[in-house]
């Protein structure tokens, strides 16, 4: 891809969950957003229907934090999303991200992954060759809570997607957001 226009072949969407709490004695899967995750979800909601970065599937890791950030997100997207709870992305490294990600059915051109850190950080970094200056420095030097990767692909399918086949189109966080 380079930086026209032009609709990509495939584009992926990774977001990291928004800010959350840390209650005395849950368990990490259930630990809910802080105040500051249920301000930002929504933020980041707003600017995807806004720009259009409208998923055709979202993979959602089954962590309660990560589907409450999904929830808010949701809400503020212009029409109904299919979604998935992925357990298969909770917790992992991006290899094993990536294998889930090779597995979408072609038929998907957009997809959406909600998920965790170090995964969602580490995935862009390795998927991502080229791309918008400012955008990739920020990613790589800090991948905070709610924040969004729009990386494209030039690719026919989601079994090519490899290291280095990337575009990173934009990275949102939402600081930058005001």
Do not use: C
């Amino acid at each position: 891809m380079n930086g026209n226009s032009m609709m990509p072949k495939r584009r992926l969407i990774l977001l990291r969950h928004a800010k959350s709490a840390w209650p005395e004695g849950v368990a990490d899967e259930e630990r809910p957003l802080a105040e500051r995750g249920r301000k930002s979800a929504p933020a980041i909601g707003a600017y995807m229907a806004h720009k259009k970065l409208i998923p055709d599937l979202a993979l959602v890791s089954p962590a309660r934090r990560a589907q409450e950030t999904w929830e808010l997100v949701r809400k503020g997207l212009s029409k109904k999303i299919k979604e998935r709870d992925a357990p298969e992305i909770y917790e992992v490294a991006a290899g094993r991200i990536l294998e889930v990600i090779r597995t979408v059915k072609p038929g998907i051109r957009t997809l959406m992954m909600v998920g965790h850190n170090p995964g969602m950080e580490d995935l862009a970094s390795l998927l991502v060759k080229d791309g918008d200056a400012d955008a990739t420095g920020r990613m790589k030097e800090k991948f905070p809570t709610a924040s969004l990767a729009i990386i494209d692909f030039d690719i026919e399918g989601w079994d090519e997607v490899a290291a280095g086949t990337g575009y990173l189109e934009r990275f949102v966080t939402p600081r930058s957001l005001g």
